[in-house]
């Protein structure tokens, strides 16, 4: 069953403008992390967070996580061409080293 | 460091046929994972191992499929015999070492092995 669900499905933006995607989760977690996929390609970690902490920052990224509604936003700002990509939340789902992939969002940015 | 490294990056076969997909993970990790990605069924985890031993293989669709990790720095997925709705795409992914005083739990992903079972 799916661990993180992403929303929305599909986003499309102009170039600059900011991206904002969703995760919902189900069960307890240690941490939640998100990852990129371009097309063809194998899936990059971007960032993780604890599941002790409430907002992080990577460069242009700013991952929230709110553990009381079982849900995280990743916020990428400022968006160029390059940042097409699907992407992906992961939980651990309190189980050690195993993650459990959401069905992703696929953000298209537009030049 | 080299990253994980799968091989074959492609591989078509027939029906009936053995199939072996290899992947060497990042040196130091000692979790190491076996995907399937299709565009039905999205990321698929199958298997993963824990200091060479498989922990949880409860994902494996069924006795045609099979991995081991004979050491550190191997692991094979063997599906044998292949069949037309094995086609996708497998990852293998590592994760291990400390981040401060944090076991990062980051996977590393390998590029994949396009399999097409004809």
């Known amino acids: 069953s799916q661990q993180g669900e992403e929303d929305p499905q599909a986003l499309s933006i102009q170039e600059g403008e900011n991206a904002t995607m969703n995760c919902s989760y189900k069960?307890?977690?240690?941490?939640l992390q998100w990852y990129r996929q371009n097309s063809g390609r194998g899936l990059v970690h971007l960032i993780l967070?604890?599941?002790?902490?409430r907002e992080k920052h990577s460069g242009r990224l700013r991952v929230t996580l709110d553990t009381s509604k079982k849900s995280s936003s990743l916020l990428i700002t400022a968006s160029r061409a390059a940042d097409t990509a699907s992407y992906f939340c992961?939980?651990?789902?309190?189980?050690?080293?195993?993650?459990?992939f959401g069905q992703g969002t696929e953000l298209s940015v537009k030049p | 460091d080299a990253g994980v490294i799968q091989s074959p990056r492609h591989e078509v076969t027939e029906m009936g046929q053995e199939v072996t997909l290899r992947c060497k993970p990042i040196?130091?990790?000692?979790?190491l994972f076996w995907y399937r990605q299709t565009m039905m069924r999205g990321l698929e985890l199958l298997i993963y191992?824990?200091?060479?031993?498989?922990?949880?293989d409860s994902g494996m669709p069924e006795d045609r499929f099979s991995a081991k990790m004979p050491n550190a720095s191997f692991s094979t997925l063997k599906i044998q015999p292949s069949e037309p709705r094995d086609s996708a795409v497998y990852f293998c992914?590592?994760?291990?070492?400390?981040?401060?005083?944090?076991?990062?739990?980051?996977?590393?992903f390998g590029p994949g092995t396009r399999l097409l079972v004809l």
């Open positions: 992914a590592s994760s291990g070492g400390r981040d401060s005083a944090h076991f990062n739990w980051a996977q590393y």
């Open positions: 069960t307890s977690i240690n941490n």
């Open positions: 967070i604890r599941s002790n902490e």
């Open positions: 992961a939980t651990d789902g309190n189980q050690g080293g195993k993650l459990i």
């Open positions: 040196s130091g990790h000692d979790y």
């Open positions: 191992f824990n200091n060479n031993v498989p922990i949880d």
